[in-house]
């Protein structure tokens, strides 16, 4: 076997897989190889012990080219891969909030002076003042509770919107929230069809400096094909639960490895999003995303054990990605949760407590702009 183990084709590297500076990142690339012949890493002499190889690679570019070379009596030996770098890389954190149609509907319906007359803006607005968070609301276009689509909601909130889109966003997520897995099977062209629906209702009563692309569709489930959309509109990175996930509060985990809710991603990709958390996919042009916590499955004290557990894992410990969903918000939703509001609060606390700092995963690499900056 020669191979190289310590990363794949895909990986994202930062400064904690290696030392970075003067605008190099140098990569440790370990691996295995046949004994007693030389290896070569981007032309670097490996070091060997036995079966293993490791050679330190200078990394220069975002998307890196990782090359091992070897030879014996057989023959010549050789793997290629890419990385990408996540240059001046930092803790942050990406808050996104899925199924949002309720606070429309009333905001519509009771026309308050402000937007932040109604409790859940309110609670939003005091969660950015608080902590400076920033919140991607992905909208249904139509309530399948109650009758209302957004052709219905007014445009009198439009520069209120603008005027806090620094830190408020809107996103389109599907048509409805029923059918279930709405784009699993879907055509392009209704997948299509939808986005530039939401996209063009979000422009007209929000205004363009509102909308962003979302991270994650309803769902999580768009077809490998679907991808080439997803990236016609701006979409750079994805978030799914790719292995073993949980689909309702009551949910017990699976007695073996399942892959679901992560766009089709195989077996060893949604192994590799599960321990490392990213991974690029080259083909597409799209970076996959494990999501680490949805707030309505958890209370406020396995959430902040579960971003304590996040921080102390290198592969996790400089993106913290969280979602929930806003139905449980709302007191006339029949699966309600009375503390959901507390447990958003607990995460975004808790993140900011270790010193994550809050971005939008669409701008920038993964909200990280170093590269646009340079």
């Known amino acids: 076997m020669n191979q190289i183990t310590s990363i794949r084709n895909g990986s994202v590297v930062s400064s904690l897989n290696g030392k970075e500076e003067n605008g190099t990142l140098l990569l440790p690339v370990s691996g295995v190889a046949n004994p007693g012949a030389d290896v070569f890493v981007n032309g670097i002499h490996a070091a060997r012990d036995g079966m293993l190889f490791r050679a330190e ?49 009333d905001i519509a319906k009771e026309r308050p002076k402000s937007l932040f007359g109604h409790f859940y803006l309110a609670f939003l607005k005091r969660m950015h003042d608080t902590y400076g968070t920033k919140f991607t609301l992905n909208l249904f276009y139509a309530n399948s509770h109650f009758p209302f689509e957004l052709k219905d909601f007014p445009d009198i909130y439009k520069s209120e919107f603008e005027a806090n889109s620094d830190w408020l966003r809107l996103s389109w997520h599907a048509y409805a929230e029923f059918p279930d897995r709405p784009y699993q099977n879907a055509s392009n062209e209704k997948l299509e069809s939808d986005i530039e629906l939401l996209t063009s209702e979000i422009c007209r009563f929000a205004g363009e400096k509102t909308f962003i692309p979302p991270v994650a569709g309803h769902w999580s489930m768009f077809r490998p094909e679907a991808f080439s959309v997803l990236r016609k509109h701006g979409v750079k990175a994805i978030c799914g639960q790719f292995i073993n996930p949980q689909t309702s ?8 490895y399942l892959c679901d809710i992560g766009y089709f991603r195989n077996l060893n990709d949604s192994l590799h999003l599960g321990e490392k958390q990213l991974l690029y996919d080259f083909r597409h042009e799209i970076m996959f995303v494990h999501s680490l916590l949805i707030c309505n499955y958890f209370k406020p004290e396995e959430i902040t054990a579960i971003i304590d557990r996040a921080a102390a894992d290198p592969n996790y410990n400089n993106l913290l990605s969280l979602e929930t969903h806003e139905q449980y918000s709302f007191p006339y939703y029949f699966n309600y949760l009375p503390d959901h509001l507390n447990r958003i609060e607990a995460a975004i606390r808790r993140a900011t407590e270790l010193g994550y700092k809050p971005v939008f995963y669409a701008e920038g690499l993964l909200g990280n702009k170093a590269w646009e900056n340079s």
């Open 57 to 105: 690679v200078p990394v220069t570019e975002k998307f890196a080219k990782i090359t091992m070379e070897t030879f014996n009596e057989y023959g010549e030996f050789s793997q290629a891969l890419r990385v990408v770098w996540d240059k001046a890389s930092f803790p942050r954190y990406n808050f996104f909030i899925d199924d949002n149609i309720f606070f429309l509907t």
């Open 249 to 256: 509060l009551t949910e017990k985990g699976p007695a073996e």
